[in-house]
Structures are given as structure tokens and as C-alpha cells.
């Protein structure tokens, strides 16, 4: 029931912007810029959470803790390696989670596994290609605008 409760927390709000909010800023001043550094994912999750769903930073940090002890167990269950998409460049799993998100190496989809996994019939998530389209949350987040 946990479980299910991370996912159903986590699936309300809004993620349309989320490039815009959470990618690079694409305004450009004159000169010499200093290079941007690129957000964490944990810190992306918390603005997100905050600013998209409208949670304070005491919910969005408990949300976030409650994501880091899931997901030991959703790397463990994933069977995103002997997907046909999967490739053998990559080397995480596990993109349906929050703080894992979409692959920087996978590109062209061959088939989704995701709904044979277990964590998928767990937590009932209800998209998938998650390497290449973002983590359930974000998924979710976009249909709602
Ligand atoms: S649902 Fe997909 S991405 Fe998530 S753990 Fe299972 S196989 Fe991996
Ligand atoms: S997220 Fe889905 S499509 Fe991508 S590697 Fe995992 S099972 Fe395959």
C-alpha cells in the first residue's frame, strides 16, 4: 500500500513547463557568460514539487525521502535490461522513478517492457517508456497541463 501511496502522492500537478523550468535557460546576455551549472536531479524533484505542485519544502523533502527508500527496491525489480529498447551503453534503471528519470543515452524506442514489471503492476503505473519520455511523475504531471 506504501508503495502504491509514493506514486499516487507523487502523480497530481502540473509538468508542461517542466523543460522550460527545470532545462537550461535559454536567455543569452552579451559577453562572456559563466557556465551553468546543471541542477540535480533531487534538487529538479523538490523545485518541482514545490513550484508545480504546490507543496511546501517540509512535504516536498518528506516526499523526497519517502522516493530515495523506494528506490533501492525499483532498481532491484526493474527489468528495463532485457528490454528491446534497452541499450548496452546505458547503465542505469530504473527511469519510472522520479530522482532516475529519462536515460541521456537511449533514443529510439523498440518496444516498452515496462508494463510486464513488476514494479508496474505494484505501483500501477499507467505509461511507460520512461527512458525516453521521462519518469511516471513527469508523465502524469504533462497530461495534466
Ligand atoms: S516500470 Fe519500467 S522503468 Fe520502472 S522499474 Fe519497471 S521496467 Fe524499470
Ligand atoms: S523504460 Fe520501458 S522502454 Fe525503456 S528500457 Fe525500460 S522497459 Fe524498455
Redesign the pocket.
Known amino acids: 500500500m506504501k508503495r502504491r501511496e509514493f506514486f499516487e502522492k507523487s502523480g497530481c500537478g502540473l509538468l508542461g513547463l517542466m523543460m522550460a523550468e527545470f532545462g537550461f535557460a535559454s536567455g543569452q546576455k552579451e559577453g562572456i557568460q559563466a557556465p551553468k551549472k546543471k541542477m540535480s536531479r533531487e534538487d529538479m524533484v523538490k523545485k518541482m514539487l514545490m513550484k508545480k505542485m504546490g507543496k511546501t519544502e517540509e512535504e516536498a523533502k518528506a516526499m523526497i525521502k519517502e522516493m530515495k527508500e523506494k528506490l533501492p527496491m ?2 532491484d ?4 535490461k532485457t ?1 528491446p529498447t534497452y541499450v548496452a551503453e546505458e547503465k542505469k ?5 522520479p530522482l ?1 528519470g529519462k536515460s541521456e543515452i537511449i533514443k529510439e524506442e523498440k518496444g ?9 503492476q505494484k ?1 500501477k ?1 499507467k505509461n ?1 517508456y ?2 525516453t519520455r521521462k519518469s ?1 511523475m513527469e508523465q502524469e504531471m504533462a497530461k495534466k497541463g
Request: a neutral charge; aromatic letters at 10%; one cysteine or more.
Open positions: 525499483v532498481k525489480m526493474c527489468i528495463c528490454c534503471v530504473g527511469f519510472c522513478h532516475v516498452c517492457d515496462c508494463p510486464k514489471c513488476p514494479v508496474y505501483m503505473l511507460g520512461y527512458c511516471e
